[in-house]
């Protein structure tokens, strides 16, 4: 195995206070990945002691990756009670392109080039993230929050396999073909918490609701997914002295897979 492998990652930000009220903070990432790789495998066929055969494979494999991220907060502060509005909007695109060439080279008896395989992949992911959060005290011992967030996600997948043999190139159906992968999700949650001596409490209700397109171009097949979810919680804490608390919580969650792209 040969690795050559190459990577850069830039990142530039900065803070602007308007005034005590206003503040925003901007963000931006760019990365670059580079992979130059060579596999070699060698397979040697034996009638008892005698070596009749020599086979050998070598995978050149060639990746290189765009990330652009873009990510601002936004902070404002609405009145002398503490009520702040948060506004975070995050933007993201990544750009794949690899491809892999197989050669099936024969070196005993007769050298020879079997089969050479040739895999090509494009892959592009984009992202969005807008949400709001809006927290305001009551008073001492009292909060509330309301919050809501919109979530893009489109991945774009080409992928083709093609094989030359006998002089002639020829693109093998059944792993060739374009994917699209489009999800959208809506939330909202709202919470409330209260101290009242040596006892907190807090309780909460959020919500999703997820909708999933994945089409196919060459199978020309498509699926589409729509379900809401609730996600209640509870939370109490009890401080009986300096030496003993007891805290006891309850929630509903959910756990993504990750979408690598």
Same mark, same amino acid.
């Given at each position: ?105 024969? *070196?005993? %008896?007769?050298?020879? +080039? @079997? /089969? ?5 992949? =494009?892959?592009?992911? !984009? ?21 809501? *967030?919109? %979530?893009?996600?489109? +991945? @774009? /997948? ?5 094989? =030359?043999?006998?002089? !002639? ?21 709202? *919470? ?17 609701? !997820? ?51």
């Amino acid at each position: 195995k040969v690795y050559n492998q190459f990577y850069s990652a830039n990142n530039l930000g900065g803070q602007f206070n308007f005034n005590n009220n206003h503040q925003l903070d901007i963000d931006l990432t760019y990365r670059l990945a580079e992979l130059n790789n060579d596999v070699f495998i060698d397979y040697e066929d034996y009638l008892g002691e005698a070596l009749v055969s020599k086979f050998r494979r070598l995978d050149n494999q060639r990746l290189q990756t765009h990330l652009l991220r873009v990510s601002t907060n936004y902070y404002w502060k609405l009145n002398q009670q503490g009520g702040k509005l948060t506004i975070r909007l995050l933007g993201q695109r990544s750009t794949e392109d690899g491809n892999s060439t197989m050669t099936d080279e024969l *070196q005993i %008896r007769v050298a020879s +080039i @079997l /089969n050479v395989d040739r895999s090509m992949n =494009t892959r592009q992911n !984009t992202r969005y993230n807008l949400s709001a959060d809006y927290v305001q005290p009551l008073n001492k011992h009292t909060r509330f929050e309301l919050g809501a *967030q919109y %979530r893009n996600t489109e +991945i @774009l /997948n080409n992928f083709e396999v093609s094989r =030359t043999a006998n002089g !002639t190139t020829s693109t093998i159906p059944a792993f060739t073909d374009n994917t699209t992968y489009l999800e959208n999700i809506y939330a909202a949650y709202f *919470q409330f918490t209260k101290t009242f001596n040596k006892l907190k409490y807090q309780f909460g209700l959020r919500s999703e609701t !997820t909708n999933i397109l994945i089409a196919t171009e060459n199978n020309t097949r498509e699926q589409a997914i729509h379900y809401t979810n609730w996600f209640p919680s509870a939370f109490v804490h009890y401080d009986f002295n300096k030496r003993h608390k007891i805290r006891l919580s309850a929630s509903r969650r959910i756990r993504r897979p990750r979408l690598n792209a």
